[in-house]
C-alpha cells in the first residue's frame, strides 16, 4: 500500500554533513508519523528521528539530539534527515520507516524503505 524510497547516503568525513531524504508513494492519506531507523553490522535496529505528521512535532534519540534534524515536506509525502557533526559511530544503514493508520479498530500498519547506507571515515 506504501512505498518508501530513501537517498542521500554515502560516504563522509568525521565532522561532514549528508541529507537523506524519503519519498512515500502509494496510501499516504493516514500517515501517523515517519522517521528513520538504523542499523549497524552485528548491532539491533535503533531508532534514530521522528516527526509527528498532524502536529510536525520531531523526536530523536539521545545519541544523535543536536546534530540530526528530521523534517518534512507534507506536500510531497517526504522527510528528510539532516545529520551534521557526522561521527564514526553513525555508520549503519539507515531505515526510512512509515506508520499508517488503519481503520477504526484496527491497528496501524508499519512500513520500511530499502535501507541506504551511510559510512562516516574516520
Known amino acids: 500500500q506504501v512505498q518508501l524510497v530513501e537517498s542521500g547516503g554515502g560516504m563522509v568525513q568525521t565532522g561532514g554533513s549528508l541529507r537523506l531524504s524519503c519519498v512515500a508513494s502509494g496510501r499516504t492519506f493516514t500517515t501517523y508519523s515517519m522517521g528513520w531507523f538504523r542499523q549497524a553490522p552485528g548491532k539491533e535496529r535503533e531508532f534514530v528521528a521522528r516527526?509527528?505528521?498532524?502536529?510536525?512535532?520531531?523526536s530523536y534519540s539521545d545519541s544523535v539530539r543536536g546534530r540530526f534534524t528530521i523534517f518534512r515536506d507534507e506536500a510531497k509525502n517526504t522527510v528528510h534527515l539532516q545529520m551534521n557533526s557526522l561521527k564514526p559511530e553513525d555508520t549503519a544503514v539507515y531505515y526510512c520507516a512509515a506508520r499508517m493508520l488503519g481503520a477504526p479498530g484496527t491497528p496501524a500498519d508499519d512500513y520500511w524503505g530499502q535501507g541506504t547506507q551511510v559510512t562516516v571515515s574516520s
Open positions: 516527526v509527528h505528521w498532524s502536529s510536525d512535532t520531531p
